[in-house]
């Protein structure tokens, strides 16, 4: 990213929209907003003639073609209006089709292969990927509209005032010892000039914007999201008092954000000083240029207005660059950052393609692992040459010292650890359930968070309320269809007893749990066991615990002893 090119992000991010079966409603509604574009350029060329015209009739004191001239304006401004209020309005519209289009794009590629979670496994510069997936698309696709059609209107305006200019222009002579040169169009070399001298400085001094853009986005990010985990957990941080600890690490991620934005503005003064300098002090340069064709009498008033008005307009239309230029820069920072993200997925895509550990479809009842070597990030061997069999019905206990590696298999079993090589075999088309320790349950109703990710049209009342009953649940029969962040409302217990109660309503052939009792007392604990074995007989479990009381329920032991080493005992 060290030579980012603005175009070829811009490409990146949005050239599959253009190629989408959204593609023919696009090209319209673009065709349609160029066209009131060109409109809106014509409507300025004809506005720039009236000038003339009412600035003689004033020179001339014809009352008549005065108030003519004003019903001309009105019409013109009517028109002007109409262009301007639909040109706005359609261009949303495309804005919302396009996002509405990228978002879903983008959503697709975070969410294939757990791309979401993986992206959290390494330092791969890729910061609040929620943020960009929801506000950056926003920004990139307003920000890019905007400035290619305000850029396609000063094309036109830069064309056809530039014309006009040149035909209302005088000339001057450029001599040499005995030789000597007239150049027509002086205004128009004038402006030229000007203007590239203008860009210049503006490129120069404004570099630095960029970088500062792109960190801002990041800076932002990463403060908003302290403030949501915050809120998130908010009952933890409150049992520790933790107030003052989360007050100085908000103010640090503030920090950032209010140095890298304190830059910015220091570099922004400098550039608002020279765009005021550059840009104002050229505004009598087309009356000195052109009063003297006016005072010899080669000029009238309507044409000394047409002259210089039509001046303004290429002078700011070569001058766009400099004045959009803030807006530019930060449009190259949003795309960076999307492209950045592209990149990552592109490449996990890639990993996945290529993932070392495979997960195999089994064509027997067994599941197995086979040359199983997991690893860290880092390349630290968890396991080395990993192998076991378990058959329907069977159940493996795996055990060992925190952070030795046993819900690292239990990851790698489930396809979202990217590190190592080996193969796992799963029979095919059977359902793999995972209980993590601190199971998922989605903000809404109970019933709803109960058999996620199923729906609560595929279990009758009689069935959940009976499985509620049997994990401890009876006193949660009543608010089934109570709205809430249940992973708030409920203890770590009830979580893992409704996770518990969801196994069993979906009823998998594979359930793997990772220390999903750890919040339980040991009744409760031996009691779920109990009704797995009882509920389940085909399925094969696997489980994550320390507990001695769990080994009476599995028929395996695996003991993970580090540095590679293991023990699987029948």
């Keep these: ?120 496994l390494q330092d791969n510069g890729i910061d609040n990927p929620d943020q960009m997936i929801c506000e950056d698309v926003k920004l990139f696709i307003d920000s890019l509209l905007t400035i290619f059609l305000w850029f396609l209107y000063n094309l036109g305006i830069l064309c056809s005032f530039t014309l006009i200019l040149w035909e209302l222009s005088g000339s001057f002579s450029l001599s040499w010892r005995e030789s000597s040169i007239t150049i027509p169009g002086d205004m128009v070399w004038i402006a030229l000039g000007y203007a590239l001298m203008v860009d210049c400085v503006m490129g120069k001094m404004g570099h630095p914007l960029v970088q500062l853009n792109f960190l801002q986005q990041r ?155 997991l690893k860290l990030p880092n390349g630290e061997l968890l396991l080395d040459n990993f192998a076991m069999r378990l058959q329907p019905g069977e159940s493996l206990l795996i055990t060992g010292s925190s952070g030795c590696g046993k819900s690292t298999l239990i990851k790698a079993i489930a396809g979202i650890w990217p590190f190592g090589e080996g193969h796992i075999h799963i029979p095919q088309n059977q359902q793999c359930l995972f209980l993590p320790q601190s199971p998922y349950l989605p903000v809404g109703t109970l019933r709803e968070a109960l058999l996620y990710p199923r729906s609560s049209q595929e279990y009758s009342e009689e069935a959940i309320q009976g499985i509620l009953r049997k994990c401890c649940l009876e006193h949660l029969l009543e608010r089934l269809d109570d709205q809430e962040n249940w992973s708030h409302v409920l203890s770590l217990g009830e979580q893992q007893r409704i996770a518990f109660a969801r196994a069993i309503l979906l009823r998998p052939q594979w359930l793997f749990l990772d220390e999903a009792t750890s919040g ?26 320390h507990r001695k009381d769990l080994f009476v329920y599995h028929q395996k032991i695996l003991t993970i002893k580090g540095k590679g080493c293991w023990d699987l005992v029948a």
Excluded at 48 to 72: C, G, H, I, K, P
Excluded at 302 to 320: C, D, H, I, Y
Excluded at 339 to 361: A, N, P, Y
Aim: charged share 25%; net charge positive.
């Design 219 to 373: 800076y932002e990010a990463d403060f908003r999201f302290a403030l949501v985990r915050l809120r998130e957990y908010a009952e933890e941080i409150a049992l520790y008092s933790g107030e003052h600890r989360e007050r100085h690490l908000l103010r640090n991620y503030f920090k950032k954000v209010y140095d890298n934005l304190h830059q910015s503005i220091k570099r922004q003064k400098i550039l608002d000083s020279l765009i005021f300098f550059l840009c104002r002090g050229t505004e009598p340069l087309p009356y000195i240029v052109a009063v003297p064709r006016f005072f010899s009498g080669e000029l009238q008033l309507g044409g000394l207005m047409q002259v210089t008005g039509a001046f303004e307009k290429v002078q700011r239309s070569l001058l766009f660059f400099s004045s959009w230029y803030k807006e530019i820069t930060e449009l190259k920072a949003i795309v960076k950052r999307l492209v950045i993200l592209m990149d990552t997925m592109e490449e996990f895509k890639r990993l996945d393609q290529k993932q070392s550990i495979r997960i195999i479809d089994a064509p027997d009842s067994a599941f197995s692992v086979e040359n199983l070597n």
């Design 1 to 120: 990213m060290e030579h980012f090119s603005l175009l070829q992000g811009i490409w990146k991010v949005g050239n599959h929209y253009w190629r989408s079966k959204a593609k023919n409603y696009a090209i319209l509604l673009l065709l349609v907003i160029i066209g009131l574009n060109i409109t809106s350029v014509y409507i300025q060329v004809w506005l720039n003639q009236w000038r003339n015209v009412f600035f003689n009739t004033l020179q001339d004191r014809d009352m008549a073609a005065f108030l003519e001239s004003l019903y001309l304006w009105g019409g013109l401004i009517l028109a002007a209006w109409a262009v301007s209020v639909y040109q706005n309005y359609l261009r949303q519209l495309l804005a919302v089709s396009w996002r509405s289009w990228l978002t879903d794009r983008l959503l697709g590629e975070y969410l294939q292969s757990k791309k979401y979670y993986c992206l959290q």
């Design 520 to 545: 339980l007392d040991e009744a409760t604990e031996k009691k779920l066991y109990s009704l797995i074995r009882s509920e389940l007989k085909g399925t094969g479990v696997m489980s994550v615990g």
